[in-house]
Antibody, heavy 121, light 107 residues
Framework: EVLLLESGGDLVQPGGSLRLSCAAS????????MSWVRQAPGKGLEWVSG????????YYADSVKGRFSISRDSSKNTLYLQINSLRAEDAALYYC??????????????WGQGTLVTVSS | AIQLTQSPSSLSASVGDGVTITCRAS??????LGWYQQRPGKAPKLLIY???SLQSGVPSRFSGSGSGTDFTLTISGLQPEDFATYYC?????????FGGGTKVEIK
């Protein structure tokens, strides 16, 4: 069974940093691209960042470019999202999602349950 | 970035009704479009990929069509569990983008 378990969400002050993790199990982690998708309270879905199966290619939404960094550790079957210079508009539920393909651009067939990032002073 | 415009933003329908949701892309994306269902408090679920391919385990009352810039999701015979919000997603290129969502409510 494919499982994605996010963690690391917290209450953080504006300008702060946070690292989100997504522990994957039930599939060969290093053969699938992965992404982070977020959803602000009461709002729609927003794709944030993606990474290829090998980790060699990374992609970002314009709204987070330069502040967020995606990475993966195949030895731990874990996906990460480093979030820096947090803004109020970054407050959201962050989902980890598995791409159907190995380099991305194929849709997301499995999703975690999300980890909540709250931004407040 | 490619923009996706979904319509309507919400609709009311009864169990057994047929429903159509549209998604228009700001440029030609071939058939690189998927549809997702999100029930309240739950993670999104993939229904359709590559415009018209049904994801494994998804009921056949869901179907997708279109190409280029205009796409549709059709639900034939709404069931109680189908009342949810639906999103389109273009995976033609990065950055990936979602439509604004369509909330399907019970009439």
């Amino acid at each position: 069974e494919v499982l994605l378990l996010e963690s690391g969400g917290d209450l953080v002050q504006p300008g702060g940093s946070l690292r989100l993790s997504c522990a994957a199990s039930g599939f060969t982690f290093n053969t699938y691209a992965m992404s982070w998708v977020r959803q602000a309270p009461g709002k729609g879905l927003e794709w944030v960042s993606g990474i290829s199966d090998s980790g060699g290619r990374t992609y970002y939404a314009d709204s987070v470019k330069g502040r967020f960094s995606i990475s993966r550790d195949s030895s731990k079957n874990t996906l990460y999202l480093q979030i820096n210079s947090l803004r109020a508009e970054d407050a959201a539920l962050y989902y980890c999602a598995r791409d159907r393909g190995n380099y991305g651009l194929a849709g997301f067939d499995y999703w975690g349950q999300g980890t909540l990032v709250t931004v407040s002073s | 970035a490619i923009q996706l415009t979904q319509s309507p933003s919400s609709l009311s329908a009864s169990v057994g009704d047929g429903v159509t949701i549209t998604c228009r892309a700001s440029q030609d994306i071939g058939n690189d479009l998927g549809w997702y269902q999100q029930r309240p408090g739950k993670a999104p679920k993939l229904l359709i990929y590559a415009t018209s391919s049904l994801q494994s385990g998804v009921p056949s009352r869901f179907s997708g069509s279109g190409s280029g810039t205009d796409f549709t999701l059709t639900i034939s015979g709404l069931q109680p569990e189908d009342f949810a919000t639906y999103y389109c997603l273009q995976d033609y290129n990065y950055p990936l983008t979602f439509g604004g969502g369509t909330k399907v409510e019970i009439k």
